[in-house]
């Protein structure tokens, strides 16, 4: 109980940010859902615009990839956790997203990092170059991918595998081995 109520209580201070690096853009926060004692923490980059809207992680096109793939290989996404490395949707010029700065991702991750020291999953899925950057200060998912670092595993954001759905298999590949140190 009393770690509950810790992850619990970091997970709503962090909720109440309102002067990060990104707040600026009128953006709300979305960074984490799911499980407060997971075992499995899936790490993404960061949010979209229907991430911005629901105010949580993996809720659109590339979230709807995610939970079919943990489905698919029979990963109950209720003893997930989910976090974004970066807190907030950065905007663009043309005020669309944008891929987050060096900058941006070196702001968030004492944030990221303060979250899995509380969580302590036992896996780590690191989803993208962002997710890696955040993590392991490295990029370069296509060589990153696939090996482990520790606890985490780099892998493709479910969002590349829309884009390219002949790195599915893959991806599943990488979720089946998260799920074997599972057991």
Not at 36 to 61: D, R, S, T, Y
Not at 76 to 95: E, K, Q, T, Y
Not at 131 to 159: D, E, V, Y
Not at 168 to 173: A, C, G, H, P, T
Request: net charge positive; proline share 7%; glycine share 8%.
């Amino acid at each position: 109980m009393r770690h509950d109520r810790h992850i619990t209580n970091l997970i709503d201070s962090y909720s109440q940010i309102d002067n990060d690096l990104l707040s600026f853009q009128g953006n709300q926060l979305a960074f984490f859902k799911g499980s407060i004692a997971p075992k499995l923490l899936i790490v993404g980059e960061a949010p979209g615009p229907q991430e911005n809207i629901a105010g949580e992680p993996f809720v659109g096109p590339a979230g709807i990839e995610l939970h079919k793939s943990l489905d698919e290989i029979s990963i109950d996404s209720s003893h997930v956790a989910f976090l974004n490395s970066v807190f907030r949707m950065p905007i663009g010029i043309d005020g669309k997203f944008r891929a987050p700065t060096t900058i941006e991702i070196e702001h968030y991750a004492p944030f990221v990092n303060d979250i899995i020291l509380k969580l302590k999953p036992t896996v780590i899925m690191a989803c993208g170059n962002t997710a890696c950057q955040s993590l392991l200060k490295m990029q370069g998912i296509n060589k990153l991918r696939g090996r482990w670092f520790g606890n985490i595993l780099p892998t493709f954001h479910p969002s590349y595998i829309l884009r390219a759905p002949q790195n599915r298999s893959v991806f599943l590949k990488d979720l089946v081995e998260c799920k074997s140190k599972l057991i």
